[in-house]
């Protein structure tokens, strides 16, 4: 399991985004666990 580096306020800030940003937002998100998740597999764990 990933340790998520954005607080609860900024899911909240989030949620309450513009449509266009959202979608942005949701790629930046997923964007940046898939890079956690290929550098813990490097990692040999």
């Known amino acids: 399991m990933h340790e998520l580096h954005y ?4 899911l909240q800030e989030l949620y309450e985004a513009p449509k266009p940003f959202k979608a942005l937002l949701y790629g930046l998100i997923s964007y940046k666990l898939d890079i956690l998740e290929k550098e813990a597999r490097k990692g040999g764990t």
């Open 7 to 10: 607080s609860p306020s900024q």
